[in-house]
């Protein structure tokens, strides 16, 4: 197994329950706050509009989109040459996806 491929295998494992969590907390919170007689969280408005949290979502996300990207080419490419050019491609286009969700998150920032 090679090197990318263990590191990347610990990023997704290290992301999938903090991902899993945010996501429950963002659907019980958005649920909350279209039902308002259910009561599941004490703060659902603040919860579901934090801004750290969207942030440490969107980088959790980006980190697991990645490794997961990784290992997929990993294990389905066999040309040494085309992994590389594929993995530099999931890096940038992720990455480029990754600016803009946290440029629009800062612009259009909720206080």
């Given at each position: 197994m090679s090197?990318?491929?263990?590191?990347?295998?610990?990023?997704?494992?290290?992301?999938?329950l903090?991902?899993?969590?945010?996501?429950?907390?963002?659907?019980?919170s958005g649920y909350q706050m279209l039902y308002p007689q259910i009561r599941l969280l004490p703060?659902?408005?603040?919860?579901h509009t934090d801004f750290s949290l969207r942030i440490?979502?969107?980088?959790?996300a980006y980190l697991h989109s990645?490794?997961?990207l990784i290992i997929?080419?990993?294990?389905r490419i066999k040309l040494k040459t085309l992994k590389t050019i594929l993995e530099y491609i999931a890096?940038?286009?992720?990455?480029?996806?990754?600016a803009i969700c946290i440029a629009l998150d800062i612009?259009?920032?909720i206080f």
């Open positions: 090197k990318s491929l263990r590191i990347a295998l610990a990023i997704v494992e290290a992301t999938s903090p991902l899993l969590t945010l996501v429950v907390l963002y659907t019980l703060a659902a408005r603040a919860i440490l979502f969107i980088v959790l990645v490794s997961g997929v080419i990993e294990r890096i940038t286009i992720l990455s480029l996806f990754l612009t259009f920032r």
